[in-house]
């Protein structure tokens, strides 16, 4: 059978329709507690459209909540599905993996607990090229099986695939203890937690080659975590006092939560900003320390990501999980800093941040009417302007890019030598492709001069010397 054979099919509206009528009538006979004819009108919905989760999320609850969540469906459902799971054996052996699907959707019907099914339907899903949905099936099956390998194992590649490497760490780390001799478990648990060592939240460092080695933040965060353990029970205990002495106010579940999150314990950290939410009425600072503390976990996916791009610079598969983290950070991160500056306008550093996101998600004109406004404030002028230039230069506007970029390096202090270097590289390009060779080859001299391993400069400044000299 063809690939395209066994691809999902393509919805017409007139499916659409037919299926989404199916699905608000089954909806309907549930809540009259009629499970029989609502399965029927669910399945019929997943017939109609197999790539919808909504409607196969909405049928597994529904199976689950028939047998009251017995976790063992049916009275003998294993051997009334006997036919059923040769059919789904044989379905899967030709590679008719979307015939499997319905078949697995009829043994559900028995047992939506099923393990042997699960498994066959993510198997199904991932040959159809629908991961997310191969994902779901697993997580669905995992809580009544949290430690078996059967699970873990194809649950962990997934997680690997899709960039969440924390998840896949967690999860090859009980296959390796469920069987101290795999192999694969233990390799894949080594490799990716030596690419965890990454400190939090610095994916922007990563991105620009400019993070320590993992031997030294592994140093760094033994340090910083030696450091915590000291101090910690008494800052806790002193902060707990002040929470109890003064629960309206939001400053102590702050201060709280950012000690846990120093220490590597987020859950305590959503924990305590949780429950200051009642007693400050949903206090904005902890609703915004929450948000931040979401964006953790594809923070320190980005990192290891980044990590394992420096060992496999051409894994294509890899440079897409980077770019999608990029993006999701990117799109997060805007909304946090659009709130903080929405909420308190004159804030500067959250108008700064909210503009750098609008550069990198590509909403350009908002990013440079944003930076343009920051950039008389001495704090964040040098930087404004060479993030103006960038918006300039994505614009396609190389004058206003050139005439921000030197005026920030008439502008960078002392301890903005990473930046000043940024600029001096991309004027000294954006010279030479407005064809001022002789001021791209000055200025690449310059920087040359003071890293000449910077990037590409020294290729760079060969081919305008070259350039130069024939002019």
């Given at each position: 059978?063809?690939?395209?054979?066994?691809?999902?099919?393509?919805?017409?509206?007139?499916?659409?329709?037919?299926?989404?009528?199916q699905?608000?009538?089954?909806?309907?006979?549930?809540q009259?507690?009629?499970f029989d004819?609502?399965?029927?009108?669910?399945?019929t919905?997943?017939?109609?459209?197999?790539?919808?989760?909504?409607?196969?999320k909405?049928?597994?609850?529904?199976?689950r909540?028939?047998?009251?969540?017995?976790?063992?469906?049916?009275?003998?459902?294993y051997v009334?599905?006997?036919?059923?799971?040769?059919r789904?054996?044989?379905?899967m052996?030709r590679?008719?993996?979307l015939a499997?699907?319905?078949?697995?959707?009829?043994?559900f019907?028995?047992?939506?607990?099923?393990l042997?099914?699960?498994?066959?339907?993510?198997?199904?899903f991932?040959?159809?090229?629908?991961?997310?949905?191969?994902?779901?099936?697993?997580?669905?099956?995992?809580?009544s099986?949290p430690?078996?390998?059967?699970?873990?194992?194809?649950?962990?590649?997934?997680?690997?695939?899709r960039?969440?490497?924390?998840q896949?760490?967690a999860?090859w780390?009980?296959?390796?203890?469920?069987?101290?001799?795999d192999?694969?478990?233990s390799?894949?648990?080594?490799d990716?937690?030596?690419?965890?060592?990454?400190?939090?939240?610095?994916?922007e460092?990563?991105?620009?080659?400019?993070?320590?080695?993992?031997?030294?933040?592994?140093?760094?965060?033994?340090?910083?975590?030696?450091?915590?353990?000291?101090?910690?029970?008494?800052?806790?205990?002193n902060?707990?006092?002040?929470?109890?002495?003064?629960?309206?106010?939001?400053?102590?579940?702050?201060?709280?939560a950012?000690?846990?999150?120093k220490?590597?314990?987020?859950?305590?950290?959503?924990a305590?900003?949780?429950?200051?939410?009642?007693?400050?009425?949903?206090?904005?600072?902890?609703?915004?320390?929450?948000?931040?503390l979401a964006?953790d976990p594809?923070?320190?996916d980005?990192?290891?990501?980044?990590?394992?791009?420096?060992?496999k610079s051409?894994?294509?598969e890899?440079?897409?999980?980077?770019?999608?983290?990029?993006k999701e950070?990117?799109?997060?991160?805007?909304?946090?800093?659009?709130?903080?500056?929405?909420?308190v306008?004159?804030?500067?550093?959250a108008?700064?941040e909210?503009?750098?996101?609008?550069?990198?998600?590509?909403?350009?004109?908002?990013?440079?009417?944003?930076?343009?406004?920051i950039?008389?404030?001495p704090?964040?002028?040098?930087?404004?302007?060479?993030?103006?230039?960038?918006?300039?230069?994505?614009?396609?506007?190389?004058?206003?890019?050139?005439?921000?970029?030197?005026e920030a390096?008439?502008?960078?202090?002392?301890?903005e030598?990473?930046?000043?270097?940024?600029?001096m590289?991309?004027?000294a390009?954006?010279?030479?492709?407005?064809g001022?060779?002789n001021?791209?080859v000055?200025?690449?001299?310059?920087?040359?001069?003071?890293?000449?391993n910077?990037?590409?400069?020294?290729?760079l400044?060969?081919?305008?010397q070259?350039?130069?000299?024939?002019?």
């Amino acid at each position: 059978m063809s690939k395209s054979a066994n691809a999902l099919p393509k919805m017409s509206a007139e499916q659409r329709r037919a299926a989404l009528g199916q699905y608000e009538r089954a909806k309907q006979v549930l809540q009259g507690g009629e499970f029989d004819y609502g399965l029927q009108l669910l399945l019929t919905c997943c017939t109609i459209d197999p790539g919808n989760l909504i409607y196969r999320k909405t049928l597994r609850q529904s199976q689950r909540a028939k047998y009251q969540d017995n976790e063992r469906g049916q009275t003998l459902a294993y051997v009334r599905s006997l036919m059923g799971r040769f059919r789904l054996k044989r379905a899967m052996m030709r590679g008719d993996y979307l015939a499997a699907l319905g078949l697995c959707e009829l043994i559900f019907l028995r047992n939506p607990w099923d393990l042997g099914t699960h498994l066959t339907m993510a198997e199904a899903f991932e040959e159809l090229e629908c991961p997310d949905h191969a994902l779901w099936t697993l997580e669905q099956i995992r809580s009544s099986n949290p430690n078996n390998p059967r699970v873990n194992r194809p649950l962990a590649r997934l997680y690997e695939k899709r960039g969440n490497f924390n998840q896949a760490i967690a999860l090859w780390e009980l296959v390796r203890k469920a069987d101290p001799t795999d192999q694969e478990a233990s390799r894949k648990s080594k490799d990716l937690a030596a690419s965890a060592t990454i400190a939090k939240g610095r994916y922007e460092e990563v991105l620009k080659g400019e993070a320590s080695s993992p031997s030294e933040q592994v140093d760094d965060k033994a340090t910083e975590e030696a450091v915590s353990e000291d101090r910690n029970p008494r800052e806790v205990a002193n902060l707990m006092e002040k929470i109890k002495q003064n629960p309206k106010n939001a400053n102590g579940y702050l201060q709280l939560a950012r000690v846990y999150r120093k220490a590597e314990q987020p859950e305590k950290a959503k924990a305590i900003l949780e429950e200051g939410l009642g007693p400050t009425g949903n206090g904005f600072d902890l609703t915004q320390e929450l948000f931040d503390l979401a964006i953790d976990p594809f923070r320190q996916d980005l990192a290891i990501a980044e990590e394992r791009l420096r060992k496999k610079s051409n894994d294509k598969e890899l440079q897409q999980v980077r770019d999608k983290l990029v993006k999701e950070i990117n799109a997060r991160e805007l909304e946090y800093y659009r709130k903080r500056s929405d909420r308190v306008p004159t804030d500067i550093a959250a108008r700064f941040e909210m503009g750098l996101r609008l550069m990198h998600v590509g909403q350009i004109e908002e990013a440079i009417k944003e930076l343009q406004q920051i950039r008389n404030d001495p704090r964040h002028h040098a930087k404004a302007l060479f993030y103006l230039g960038r918006c300039f230069q994505k614009h396609k506007n190389w004058r206003l890019a050139q005439r921000n970029f030197e005026e920030a390096l008439q502008s960078f202090g002392s301890g903005e030598e990473s930046l000043r270097k940024e600029t001096m590289f991309h004027l000294a390009v954006g010279y030479a492709s407005a064809g001022e060779i002789n001021r791209a080859v000055d200025l690449g001299c310059e920087l040359a001069n003071l890293d000449f391993n910077y990037k590409n400069i020294g290729t760079l400044l060969d081919e305008w010397q070259t350039k130069a000299s024939r002019g």
